[in-house]
């Protein structure tokens, strides 16, 4: 019997039927199927009905589990007996009828041996209970001859506490007592009227275990009772010592702590510092990150658990991700695909139903029902991004490509690159596939720098490009990044184009000679390097014999930077000059800036760089060793250019770049462009024919000459040929550069309230207001600017005053007015 629904258990049967919810890392039929088969039942008749595809799909004919099944489909609601009777061409001898959705190890063997012995027309089998209100109690006589039935007493009436336990030894006869074309149930209509018939009607009281698992309390506890092996059920693994079950290909760091009993699924992994407490069961898949920890916990397949993850008394469904720092409370059940943001806590006996995100930091203390990914949107800040092969799948990058395909004509062509990850190169082969499916081209440069993906993109007039890259600082993660036929970051209106064909998989499958191809354009890298060098004054620089160090990272640069600099007759200490996966996983941008620092002080150096792994952003070391700040590097940049380029031109920076960035502009006649924070809208305007530089507050430099977009390569150039041609030493250009006192702070704020906030800023506002990005406040002495996060529940304040301490109480009492006003 499979056709339940499982209402009590949702929201774990929300997309899947009973019988199909795994108990230690098996669907509850599974367990029913193989006790049938130690018992000697061969040929299965299952009676299904809500997802009944599920149950089909995964025991098709049975033979993978030494039985014959076949299948018996109620299009409507039948009862218990009414869904026999739909199976009777199947049952023409004496069967045994069990539930697929409970866990029990009775010996069926007795009770058929039972019937056969009393020549019974019906045995039930009884089973004695704590509580038998919820269960239909039965009255024998000391023969087993059945007395009564009590359907669902009050205690008032409780006089056994033996209840019908859903297993049936029936004969075929019983069929003359099923009417057909109506709903008929067993216990309060067919086998009463066998006992006013006088039939033969037996009760058998089994020996052994039989749970129900009717509720979410009893599903947990059932697996309590499999691990202390109070039922005799076939646990997959090996067993170790402690009562422990290990998977195949099963990974626990030495570091782990595992407390038995507890079961690790198939391929699961645990890193070192978590903690599986007793009865903690990990399906197959899970992933279980550093420091998180693990009470009475159930975890199904597929689960990424985060590090610093919490988990107590809690059920997690298939495929759910819990980022780092999440906590669940006791009774807590995530429903299947649910994203629990970092930090976020759920409270005791949650419910939350399948798909539904929490975001980052969120409290949630009630349940929460049905309703799809709203608050995540497929685009961040830089593109499409998560955890790879978790957030991040083959099956969605194929899928993100063929919807940026649609979008498209067909017969384009698109550049493709990646970095050096084993990550980046699984998911660039799904996006070719991807791509070609829906009639585009595809230009293949394998593993290159960001800026050459870019440089290729115009040069060749290919219509985009897209690069996957680890994301900075989170070896586990991944960022699929689209450009526009200029190359530089798809505009948030492409984005949303992409996104709506995404979400409503509309996409365009051409005919199999329309397929794209694939190709894979030569002296890629040999034309990048020979535009930057046509571009700036390679004498010049050679006249001024720099001796320069530059540490490559680890990063894609070192197949493009040696090409540039043996142009410009640099003598070049290079550091960390291939490319390399675990040391790009390793970079940290102020350590590797150290480590030149002293390179650049024991040599003599005039220079020294930090190129990050993807090419796009520099941190500059001075010849007397001193790292500069972005903003420093930003200042000073200004301050070479405007001294060599003519009156009129303009820069662009966000609208969070310190003011001095104006006043060092227009000291040279250069005018400042504010523009939004993103990165596509700095680019956008790097466009513009007057703007002669533009920079993001982090050490991304766009040179308009080379590229609309960040280059790393072209920026350690120009500064080269700027300090050659002023012949200026960097050191003392920074320490004439204007003091700069500008702070960041986040508060939390939930995405309900982001857009009250804006609006009561602005309507607060006594002084001068931008509204280029954000709320920009304007004062004497400087300003404050208020930007709702366009990810996570927070919202960004900067401030700038005439020292720090000013500057951090501004802000600080900005973000005291926005907490209030979540409150």
């Excluded at 595809?53 to 049975?62: T, V």
């Excluded at 001859?145 to 009050?154: M, Q, W």
């Excluded at 150039?717 to 702070?743: C, D, F």
Aim: glycine share 10%.
């Amino acid at each position: 019997m499979a056709g339940g629904e499982g209402t009590r258990l949702r929201p774990l049967t929300s997309n899947q039927p009973k019988p199909m919810i795994h108990l230690a890392n098996r669907p509850m039929m599974e367990h029913i199927v193989q006790l049938l088969q130690r018992h000697g039942f061969e040929d299965i008749v299952v009676t299904v009905a809500f997802m009944a595809n599920n149950i089909r799909s995964y025991f098709g004919d049975g033979s993978e589990f030494g039985v014959r099944m076949v299948y018996a489909t109620e299009e409507t609601p039948l009862g218990t007996a009414g869904s026999v009777r739909n199976a009777m061409d199947e049952l023409d001898e004496r069967f045994l009828v069990i539930s697929g959705d409970v866990l029990t190890d009775i010996d069926l063997s007795r009770i058929v041996a039972f019937h056969e012995e009393k020549g019974s027309l019906a045995t039930i089998g009884l089973t004695a209970v704590e509580n038998p209100l919820e269960f239909g109690i039965v009255i024998t006589n000391e023969d087993g001859t059945i007395e009564r039935f009590l359907e669902k007493p009050g205690w008032g009436q409780v006089f056994s506490d033996t209840v019908n336990n859903g297993i049936f030894v029936l004969e075929p006869e019983i069929f003359e007592y099923i009417p057909a074309g109506r709903p008929v149930d067993f216990s309060s209509e067919v086998f009463p009227k066998l006992l006013e018939d006088q039939k033969p009607l037996y009760g058998f009281t089994c020996e052994g275990y039989w749970e129900d698992v009717g509720t979410l309390a009893a599903y947990v506890s059932a697996h309590k009772d499999i691990l202390d092996e109070r039922v005799a059920v076939d646990v997959p693994g090996f067993r170790l010592d402690g009562g422990i079950w290990l998977g195949e290909g099963a990974e626990i760091d030495p570091g782990a702590r595992v407390e038995g009993p507890a079961v690790i699924g198939d391929h699961s992994r645990v890193e070192a510092g978590a903690r599986l407490g007793a009865y903690s069961v990990l399906g197959n898949n899970v992933m279980v990150q550093s420091e998180a920890q693990l009470d009475r916990t159930v975890v199904h397949d597929g689960a990424y658990i985060g590090q610093g993850v919490r988990l107590l008394g809690t059920v997690v469904g298939r495929n759910s991700d819990l980022r780092a720092g999440a906590r669940t409370d006791d009774g807590v059940v995530l429903g299947d695909e649910s994203f629990i943001g970092a930090g976020a806590h759920i409270g005791p006996n949650v419910k939350v139903y399948p798909f539904k995100t929490v975001e980052a930091g969120a409290v949630v203390n009630q349940s929460l029902v049905w309703e799809s990914k709203g608050s995540r949107t497929l685009f961040g800040k830089d593109g499409v991004s998560g955890l790879a092969n978790v957030d991040i799948t083959p099956e969605l990058a194929t899928r993100v490509a063929m919807a940026y395909a649609t979008t498209l004509k067909k017969g384009s062509t698109v550049t493709t690159s990646r970095d050096s990850s084993r990550s980046a190169r699984m998911l660039k082969r799904s996006i070719m596939a991807g791509l070609n499916a829906g009639g585009i081209n595809v230009d293949d440069l394998e593993v290159a720098p960001v800026p050459v993906t870019r440089f290729q993109v115009r040069s060749q007039r290919a219509q985009g490009g897209i690069t996957i890259r680890l994301v900075e600082g989170d070896a586990q993660s991944v960022v699929i990044r689209f450009f526009d036929d200029l190359g530089t970051d798809i505009s948030e209106a492409t984005a949303r184009k992409i996104e709506r064909t995404f979400y409503r998989e509309d996409f365009r499958r051409v005919f199999p000679g329309d397929i794209g191809d694939i190709g894979y354009p030569p002296r890629a890298v040999e034309y990048y390097t020979q535009s930057i060098v046509d571009a700036i004054d390679t004498q010049m620089i050679r006249g001024a014999a720099f001796k320069v160090v530059i540490d490559y990272a680890y990063g894609t640069s070192s197949f493009v930077m040696p090409n540039v600099l043996s142009k410009l007759g640099a003598d070049v200490l290079a550091v960390n000059p291939y490319a390399s996966t675990p040391g790009a996983l390793a970079f940290q941008m102020g350590a590797h800036a150290a480590n030149v620092a002293n390179l650049v002080r024991s040599s003599g150096a005039h220079l020294g760089a930090v190129i990050d792994p993807d090419g796009e952003h520099v941190r500059f070391i001075d010849d007397e060793a001193h790292v500069l700040t972005d903003t420093e590097a930003l200042l000073a940049f200004v301050h070479l250019i405007g001294e060599t380029t003519p009156p009129g031109g303009r820069i662009a920076v966000p609208v969070a770049a310190p003011s001095q960035v104006a006043t060092v502009a227009e000291s040279f006649g250069l005018e400042v462009l504010w523009t939004k924070l993103s990165t596509p809208a700095l680019m956008q305007s790097a466009l513009s024919d007057d703007i002669v530089m533009a920079a993001s507050l982090d050490g991304g430099f766009i040179l308009p000459r080379y590229l609309p977009a960040f280059d790393a390569t072209a920026a350690f150039a120009t500064m080269l040929e700027l300090l050659a041609r002023t012949g200026t030493r960097l050191s003392k250009l920074v320490s004439e550069l204007p003091r700069t006192h500008v702070v960041h702070e986040t508060v939390s704020t939930p995405s309900e309230h982001k857009g009250t906030i804006m609006r009561s800023l602005v309507e607060s506002a006594d002084g001068e207001l931008q509204l280029i990005d954000g709320v920009k406040m304007l004062y004497d002495d400087g300003w404050v600017l208020v930007l709702p996060d366009p990810e996570d529940p927070v919202s960004h304040v900067w401030a700038e005053a005439p020292s720090d301490t000013d500057a951090r109480r501004r802000a600080q009492g900005v973000v005291g007015r926005i907490r209030r006003m979540v409150k």
